[in-house]
């Protein structure tokens, strides 16, 4: 019986070490960058693991002036993602969403942190209300832990304030809507319109 006790413990530990190895292993990223020159394509959505992302791809790529938002989703993580864009100011990164390019979500605030920030024609930017099970879809009567948050970062980068109320009330949580040209320079996300030829 002791013969039996002792192996159902080995395969637990065993089983509790592989499950600790498998905690403290690096996880694949989920958000990518493709150096191209002085710029640098973006793919991808950050989380709560995204903190020194933008910190360390800039020490390690100072040759990097622009960042080409791509394809972003958005994020898993609203407040690590507000607090890690910083840095794409800090560094004095511009932004630039490209002809098919499209981004989401709290990748919004990738493009809002550029300096410039451009688009070309054909850009998709795409902004909604956040969820949770006291409210949504723009319900301004209700608790909204992130509105004093949105609202500094959006002035401090030069963008109207209530631009973060607009995406409330633009679409639900489960929705999307996409900015027209004339929204993104009502609010200040723009300076000027993208050359579109016919």
């Not at 360390?56 to 080409?68: A, H, Y």
């Not at 002035?155 to 929204?183: N, Q």
Request: charged share 25%.
């Amino acid at each position: 019986m002791k013969f039996v006790h002792l192996v159902i413990f080995g395969v637990l530990g065993i089983g509790g070490f592989v499950a600790v190895k498998d905690m403290i292993r690096p996880r694949p990223p989920t958000l990518e960058f493709f150096v191209e020159g002085d710029a640098a394509v973006v793919v991808g959505r950050t989380d709560s693991y995204s903190h020194n992302l933008v910190k360390d791809f800039v020490r390690e790529n100072p040759e990097v002036k622009t960042l080409i938002l791509q394809a972003m989703p958005g994020t898993q993580d609203v407040v690590t993602n507000t607090r890690l864009v910083r840095g794409i100011r800090e560094a004095g990164l511009a932004t630039h969403v490209p002809s098919n390019g499209q981004i989401a979500s709290g990748a919004v605030d990738w493009f809002i942190a550029g300096s410039p920030r451009t688009i070309d024609c054909g850009a998709m930017i795409g902004v909604h209300s956040w969820g949770s099970p006291l409210g949504s879809r723009g319900d301004q009567t209700l608790f909204d832990p992130q509105r004093g948050m949105q609202r500094d970062f959006l002035k401090d980068m030069g963008v109207d304030p209530d631009f973060y109320e607009f995406t409330r009330a633009a679409a639900g949580p489960d929705d999307i809507h996409w900015l027209t040209v004339d929204e993104m320079l009502r609010f200040g996300l723009i300076e000027q319109e993208p050359d579109c030829e016919p």
